[in-house]
């Protein structure tokens, strides 16, 4: 190997190196001064944000979808808009389940008359044309 190509080669490991310098501490015979003790406080008990009862931790979701009359749908937002006037901003699911609850509510008898009026449909989806 020539000598320019040494000189080349440490120069360049010179500029390689000279970022990378040792940051460790250099080791003294000099104690590091002793530290004082930390006072631990007590902490007080964190109170829970919002206690949770048994029914909320029940509380699922189940995602479903359903076939409705078109009558039935613009009943729906009939009641919507309903409710909105009475200052109640519901949505249709809401809308639906208000509905179970009032079903939940009537007599066996009441709950079977409703039911009967109730139109049956095709359920599932439009073949596609083609």
């Known amino acids: 190997m ?13 500029v390689i190196n000279k970022g990378n310098k040792d940051t460790r501490p250099e080791e003294t015979d000099t104690k590091p001064a002793a530290e004082k003790p930390v006072k631990k406080t007590q902490s007080k008990p964190k109170a829970k944000a919002n206690p949770v009862t048994q029914k909320e931790k029940d509380y699922t979701t189940v995602r479903d979808s359903f076939t409705m009359p078109q009558c039935d749908y613009d009943l729906i937002e009939e009641i919507k808009i309903a409710l909105a006037k009475q200052g109640m901003i519901m949505t249709k699911g809401e809308i639906l389940r208000a509905g ?3 079903l939940n509510d009537m007599a066996d008898s009441r709950k079977v008359a409703v039911a009967k009026k109730v139109e049956k449909v095709k359920t599932g989806r439009k073949k596609a044309e083609g």
Do not use: C, E, F, V
């Open 2 to 14: 020539s000598a320019a190509k040494r000189g080349a080669m440490t120069l360049r490991s010179q």
């Open 100 to 102: 179970l609850i009032a």
